[in-house]
C-alpha cells in the first residue's frame, strides 16, 4: 500500500531566474556536506560538494553556501533551466575526519520550472 | 567518473519470496558501499553501510535478518529483501565509496514491487 509521509516542498521559478534552496541539517559534528539532484526514477546525481573548513564553493552555475552556526546550507542555481527540475537533497557526512563515516540525506525539496 | 550499477532496475515479487539486489562498481575499488531505502515523495533512507569483507552497521530500526547485505569483494555487494511483504515495495538505492575519498557515488536504483 501506499506510505504516508511528509510530502516534499516545492519551489517553483521562471526559466532563467535564480533558484535558492535551503537545508538545515542536524549534526553539529557533520564535516562534509553534498547536494545532489534526483530525477524521477532515478538516483541520486551529485551537484557539488563543500567541506566543514569552508563557508563558499562555487561551481558551474551552482554555489553553495554553508552556516555552521545555524547548521544551515543552501544551494543557489544561477539562470535555471528546465533540465534543472527535480528534487533536491542535501546530505551530511558524519565521520569524514575519521570514525564511522556515513552519508545522511536531508528531506529534499522539489525544484519546477516554468518556462 | 565512477560508475556504480545496480540491477535489477525494477522487480516485481509475489509476497513472501526473497528477492536480491545486487549493486557493482564498475571502474573502482568500493571499500564502503551504503544502501538506501526511498519511498515515494520521501527522501532516501539509510538502511546499512558496508565495509568490504566485514559485516555490514544496520541503522537503527532496520531488521538486519530481512535485508540480507553481503559484501564480499571490493566491486559487488548485494542486498536480499527475505520474505518480503507488500509494505517492502520501495526504491532501493546503493551508493559507493572509496576508502577515504570524499564522494559517494550511486547506483540507477531498484524499484521493488511485492504483489
Known amino acids: 500500500g501506499e506510505s504516508v509521509g511528509l510530502h516534499l516542498p516545492t519551489l517553483s521559478v521562471q526559466e532563467g531566474d535564480n533558484s535558492i534552496i535551503n537545508c538545515a541539517y542536524s549534526n553539529s559534528a557533520s564535516d562534509y556536506f553534498i547536494w545532489y539532484k534526483q530525477e524521477s526514477g532515478k538516483g541520486p546525481q551529485f551537484i557539488i560538494d563543500i567541506r566543514s573548513n569552508m563557508d563558499k564553493r562555487q561551481g558551474q552555475r551552482v554555489t553553495v553556501l554553508l552556516n555552521k552556526t545555524v547548521k544551515h546550507l543552501s544551494l543557489q542555481i544561477a539562470a535555471t533551466q528546465p533540465g534543472d527540475s527535480a528534487v533536491y537533497f542535501c546530505a551530511e557526512n558524519t565521520g569524514f575526519s575519521g570514525g564511522y563515516n556515513k552519508l545522511i540525506f536531508g528531506a529534499g525539496t522539489r525544484l519546477a520550472v516554468h518556462p | 567518473g565512477a560508475v556504480v550499477s545496480q540491477h535489477p532496475s525494477r522487480v516485481i515479487c509475489k509476497s513472501g519470496t526473497s528477492v536480491k539486489i545486487e549493486c557493482r562498481s564498475l571502474?573502482?575499488?568500493?571499500?564502503?558501499m551504503f544502501w538506501y531505502r526511498q519511498f515515494p515523495k520521501q527522501s532516501l533512507m539509510l538502511m546499512a553501510t558496508?565495509?568490504?569483507?566485514?559485516?555490514?552497521?544496520?541503522e537503527q530500526g532496520v531488521e538486519k535478518d530481512k535485508f540480507l547485505i553481503n559484501h564480499a569483494s571490493l566491486t559487488l555487494s548485494t542486498l536480499t529483501v527475505t520474505s518480503a511483504h507488500p509494505e517492502d515495495s520501495s526504491f532501493y538505492i546503493c551508493s559507493a565509496r572509496y576508502r577515504d575519498a570524499t564522494e559517494a557515488f550511486f547506483g540507477q536504483g531498484t524499484r521493488l514491487t511485492v504483489v
Open positions: 571502474d573502482f575499488q568500493a571499500t564502503t
Open positions: 558496508s565495509n568490504e569483507g566485514s559485516k555490514a552497521t544496520y
